[in-house]
């Protein structure tokens, strides 16, 4: 059986299992037939109703077993995840010690570095030589999930520096620490927001991150391997927003109906209203539109072209700003920028309709009309594309989040006043 | 002045002087000043024109120290972006091995594995005892970047099974190396693309992963440090697909006015033409639209609600696809999903608009007509936005290219053919 085991990955033995019916009874007992340390591994990555089915089918001793080979990052995400009977009778199961940093860890903020943080980690004291530190490292290392770097604490607790482990290994054991720590060292506080967890790991090129309490005590370490799925959360938050969505906290197999029409509803809501403008815009030259019905059928058209053309420049503004790669200080760079772009892309799009509206329509003067506004759209939402996002930035506002139902409602404007505006100049109609 | 400089971090020295005027000859002259090996770990994080300027600068002597303490990806990252003539003296500088390395790095496809590998690693062999790998550790470690498992090969170098860094150190001196090696590992070959090596390090939670040859050689590793920013890179590449835009090779700030426009006139222009069809319908519907000028004034709305809509779906199923949430065959339970979404959204935003019309414009037969519309130009946004996305992927088109354009034309003719549908049979105007 351990043959067998030792064969297949735990993350693909426990994505078969989380697939199979939770109410089938062979789902327990192949669980147990894993051995102690597999089976925790395998544990950690089912989901949340699995793991539910497993804990209501195994005794305390087994459980207990579990929780033991269990790293208690592992441990804490999934007593989030279950109902209150459930992490009772694990809280119960725990020794003193675990449940003390259980319930600490329970205690931090969604998306701070302290609820990222794993209370696992290798430490060194500041007196010791290269050989105590070794010695330590082997006696302790088989628990940990990670290791690269021990951090160097005082008496107190205060953190002092790291040591990488391949500068210890390579130091000669007559050696101190102290002649090889690095104090020169990034961390960041329980409270410190997961974005900025996530561009410090970046910027730096960290593979581990200390994180320190209120009195710079050493609390715990974030490794990079928490970071990936951090950086996967962030991007996909972004993506909602730039699509008019507030994010969701789950995955989207996980969130409800209701989760998900609430999450889309205010944004929609608001995008409806705020085109009240442009149906006013519409009422105002009924008119004209009455006396050159043609006129009204390239109207989706502009506003397409126009929405199009500013979502294509705040998507790449807005990523550069995420990124970091450009800041407020870059604004005129990059309207400038964007400024040459879009005559360069507004031209090939203005010619094009040109061709088209002969083709179809063989109206010389609707065609100039019709590629006339579409070069000012497309330059001038090219900069509202640009310009909206930084200066949201600017004010601490979240560029992706503010920049979408505003930019909207102003290329829409735009488009429909310039249309207008040398429709009726051109067709000399009374507005 | 080591002092000094033990107090500065090395990425952000790189970035002060990266924001130097690159003829300021202080430049050379505060690299000279720096200890050999931070000023090798300063250097790679320079941007190009300032690794030029110092390149330039300094004697063989100096770069030859440069490149010894450099780490073989950093140094193939900088060869990639010199000019020839910088190149050929890099080169030329290399030890034998060095330069065989570097040329064969250089060799493999843009986002491939082999092109994110580093060929710097720790090995062991089958047949070691423990205490002759911790020697060997001990011995190579301080150049490596990066440590946590060791490769172990056979004697014609093929991949054999990893050993973790803690097992070995949590191991006894007089155990062999194959009482602890994990046979059941992951790997890639060269040519694997850099999108499935980082689902591979996300799956299976991976720190490191090996890369072998057409005859399962080991040649190189990657390790989670590269991968964050490929993480980075696939966002970014998706961003721009759902904006309509190809994505850019670069970052932002590095892409020239022209590679700009060029990414994005061709899907402009894609849009605009296949807003062909939206123009067709109002022609065809001329007559409604002149008995009944304000119905005009309600296309826009429509049109933009039905976009948001379809683009709100579309980016969280995108999004669910790339991070694996959701395969193919979850295609009628997703439908289903978007279906009641759509049902609760419609009639929240029709409800809405219902109160809207009547307030600004007290005609109770257009707000019914227009909320009607409303209603389901939300429901059938949403399926669209669901259904084109899956298919795409399922005969392997990229959703997010795929889907935006051909999602925008068929909701906006939707949008326009159920308005004038309905608004034909209620005031029975003749079409």
């Known amino acids: ?17 989380s697939e199979m019916d939770p109410e ?7 669980f147990r037939l894993m051995p102690k340390e597999f089976g925790a ?11 539910q089915r ?15 080979e269990l790293f208690l990052d592992d441990t804490v995400d999934f007593i989030e995840e279950m109902p209150a009977s459930i992490v009772r009778r694990v809280i119960k199961l725990a020794d003193h010690e675990t449940r003390k940093q259980i ?13 990222l943080m794993t209370t696992e980690y290798m430490e060194a004291k500041t007196g010791w030589s290269i050989a105590q530190a070794i010695a330590s490292v082997r006696s302790q290392c088989e628990d940990m999930e990670f290791i690269s770097t021990l951090f160097v604490t005082d008496g107190a607790r205060h953190l002092k520096g790291s040591v990488l482990l391949k500068d210890l290994l390579a130091a000669s054991d007559s050696d101190s620490v102290a002649s090889i720590v690095n104090t020169n060292i990034n961390f960041v506080s329980t409270l410190t927001d ?4 996530a561009d410090m790991f970046k910027r730096y090129d960290l593979v581990t991150l200390p994180v320190v309490d209120g009195e710079q005590r050493l609390v715990g370490i974030i490794s990079i391997d928490d970071i990936v799925d951090v950086i996967d959360e962030e991007a996909t938050e972004d993506i909602y927003k730039m699509a008019a969505m ?9 969130a409800g109906v209701f989760t998900l029409a609430r999450k889309r509803i205010v944004w929609l809501a608001v995008l409806m209203i705020s085109s009240t403008v442009t149906g006013f815009i519409i009422e105002r030259f009924q008119a004209a539109l009455a006396a050159n019905v043609l006129l009204v059928s390239f109207i989706p058209m502009l506003m397409d072209t126009g929405g199009n053309a500013s979502s294509q420049t705040s998507a790449s503004v807005i990523r550069a700003l995420v990124l970091k790669e450009v800041a407020f200080r870059d604004i005129f760079k990059v309207i400038w920028k964007e400024f040459r772009v879009s005559v360069i892309v507004g031209a090939g799009i203005a010619a094009l309709n040109f061709l088209r509206v002969m083709l179809f329509n063989r109206n010389l003067l609707v065609a100039l009309v019709v590629s006339a506004t579409l070069f000012i759209v497309i330059v001038v939402s090219k900069i509202v594309g640009c310009v909206l996002p930084m200066f949201a930035q ?4 979240d560029p992706a989040l503010m920049a979408s139902p505003m930019i909207t409602t102003i290329v829409d404007a735009v488009a429909l006043l310039v249309y207008f505006g040398i429709a009726s100049q051109v067709f000399g109609i009374a507005v």
């Open 54 to 68: 497993v804990v209501q089918g195994i005794s305390d001793k087994e459980l207990r077993g579990i929780m033991d």
């Open 194 to 197: 997961q974005a900025e967890v």
């Open 1 to 17: 059986m351990r043959e067998l085991f030792s064969k297949v990955n735990a993350v693909d033995l426990a994505e078969f299992i």
């Open 103 to 115: 319930n600490q860890l329970l205690m931090y903020p969604d998306d701070s570095a302290g609820s």
């Open 24 to 30: 089938d009874e062979r789902l327990v007992i192949l």
């Open 394 to 397: 600017r004010i601490h506002l």
């Open 41 to 51: 591994e395998v544990f950690a990555y089912l989901d949340r109703d699995a793991q």
């Open 246 to 254: 507030e994010p969701i906290e789950q995955s989207y197999s996980d």
